[in-house]
């Protein structure tokens, strides 16, 4: 697999971790949406379309954002909170018939920051998401999946976030195991599958089948499977023109928790780990 990242339609999973859609006050975002259990994540969103056909309202989804060193400032006004958002992201193979999803096969994970505006004037999730190239942040380093289900290599895995600004350093997210996520493995891929074909344009929500259509059913995907919790710091610090964001994902079972902090102070990270840093600029 040829990761052309620019032919990949990109999407976020909103609410699979326990806490953050409160702490990043979006939950009230969601409050019309049913979900099936408690725990189930709310809605997936678009943060790129490949496609030169995107009806006006989504055309800013056609500007390709992922970016491995840098996060661009937003320059429009009132859209100046922009958080850090630690995610693991899956590159996934896509399989159709008769212009459904039936397959996503998860081939590489990686650090993912699904860096966000928070803007209570946003009418969709994906409006917070895409504000020009250098706004989404995807580690270089891939690490391959033999497969995605219980025992897999991303069950070893945890996410770790930091912010820098000056001489001052901070865990921003708290320290996660990818298995804290709500829908994992399987489970998760058939809800995404399942949405894929069916979310409709409603509330915060985009309609994706109709974003499929438009990009012409893509054969690959870069897919956010939901942000961590952040630190009391996380929560209440938004970027500054600067400042540095780093997310990491690591083996746990090879590198502690201390030694990652050490890393990311000097960011200087050994080549088993997918670590993203951006500067804000």
């Known amino acids: 697999m040829v990761c052309d990242f620019n032919n990949m339609i990109c999407f976020g999973v909103a609410g699979n971790f326990a806490g953050h859609l409160e702490q990043a006050g979006e939950a009230a975002d969601f409050v019309s949406v049913q979900t099936e259990e408690d725990i189930q994540p709310k809605a997936i969103f678009p943060f790129y379309v490949p496609s030169e056909t995107l009806n006006p309202e989504h055309q ?24 850090i958002e630690p995610e693991i992201a899956l590159i996934c193979d896509i399989e159709y018939k008769d ?9 590489f994970f990686t650090a993912y920051n699904d860096c966000s505006i928070r803007r209570p004037d946003a009418k969709k999730i994906s409006e917070k998401k895409n504000w020009g190239e250098h706004t989404k942040g995807l580690a270089s380093r891939l690490f391959p999946l033999s497969t995605f289900t219980s025992g897999c290599e991303l069950d070893h895995y945890h996410i770790a976030c930091f912010h820098k600004r000056g001489e001052e350093f901070n865990e921003y997210g708290i320290d996660s195991p990818a298995l804290g996520y709500s829908y994992f493995h399987q489970k998760l891929l058939n809800w995404i599958i399942t949405k894929m074909n069916t979310q409709p344009d409603q509330g915060p929500m985009n309609d994706i089948p109709a974003l499929f259509a438009q990009a012409n059913y893509p054969k690959h995907a870069v897919i956010g499977i939901g942000a961590t919790r952040y630190t009391d710091f996380g929560e209440h610090t938004f970027l500054q023109v600067g400042d540095t964001s780093i997310v990491v994902v690591y083996n746990a079972q090879k590198y502690s928790h201390d030694e990652i902090v050490a890393m990311a102070k000097q960011e200087n990270f050994a080549d088993d780990i997918a670590a993203l840093v951006q500067h804000v600029i």
């Open 60 to 83: 800013f989804l056609a500007t390709f954002p992922l970016s491995h060193q840098h996060i661009r400032f937003p320059t429009q006004k009132g859209a100046d909170h922009l958080q």
């Open 99 to 107: 212009k459904q999803v039936t397959s996503l096969i998860p081939r």
